[in-house]
Every structure is written in structure tokens, then in C-alpha cells.
């Protein structure tokens, strides 16, 4: 009983994090996508952990678009910076 309350606690903790990523991305803050990138090795560690070996394809699933809008967030991002200091 103890094993099933702490993976539930896991799932849920997790769930608030990348819900928590999810919502500064939502705000346009490319710490978002940050946060959502952290969480998957969380719950790539979970996946292994608890033996739920399904979650860690959507974890790299995940991973690789957190990975992928981070650094189009950021090179845009610096891109409008560069042509704000050239005005």
C-alpha cells in the first residue's frame, strides 16, 4: 500500500511540474519549455523506477519537443534583441 501512495504521490508531483512548464509557456516565458524539459528526465526516472516502461517513450517524445522549442524560443528571442539594439 505504502509502494502504490508513494507512486501516486510521484504522478502527481510530476504531473504539477510539467502542468507548471506548460503554463509559463503559455505565458510566452521560454523558461516554459525549460521546466518541461526537466520534468521528462523525472519521469523518465519514475518510468524506470516503477517499471511503467510507457512512459518513457512519450518522456523522450516530450524531451525532444521541449528541446526543440527551447532553442527556437531562445534563438528567436535573441534574434528581436539584436534588432532591438540596432535601432
Partial sequence: MASLMSEQWW???LT????T???LTGRRLWQGWAVSLAVQALWLAYALVTGQYGFIVASVA???MATLNLRRWRAEAAAQERLANQS
Fill in 21 to 23: 512548464g506548460w503554463w
Fill in 16 to 19: 504539477l511540474i510539467g502542468l
Fill in 11 to 13: 504522478s502527481w508531483a
Fill in 62 to 64: 516530450y524531451g525532444a
